[in-house]
């Protein structure tokens, strides 16, 4: 294997644990929007909430700006990760393949 390939197999490495990483972050996440999804229950509250979805793609571009990521790619991702945070606390025995 020639040097360039080495460190392509390198970079790719990191790649792939980063995408571990990132998909073990939302897991956390989700299991938190589960958490809220209970304290909506017991107070009867809807569990799309269009303001805070707002302050939290805000949230996202700020992040955008200050590590220098396209501000349209994050709020592409965090409408993803809303729908799919919408759809988990929809759920009301959400649990995840590691807690079973
Ligand atoms: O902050 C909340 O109330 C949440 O449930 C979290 C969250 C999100 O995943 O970002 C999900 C649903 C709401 O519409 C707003 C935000």
Known sequence: ??????????????IDQLDTDLVA???R???VANKIAEVKHKVDAPVNQPHRATVVERHY?????QFGI??????????LIHAESCRVQER?????????
């Open 1 to 14: 294997m020639d040097e360039l390939s080495r460190e392509l197999d390198e970079y790719r490495e990191q």
């Open 25 to 27: 972050c939302l897991f």
């Open 29 to 31: 996440r989700f299991q």
């Open 61 to 65: 571009i700020e992040l955008g700006e």
């Open 70 to 79: 396209s501000a349209d790619f994050l709020q592409d991702l965090y409408r």
């Open 92 to 100: 009301p025995t959400f649990q995840s393949h590691r807690e079973r």
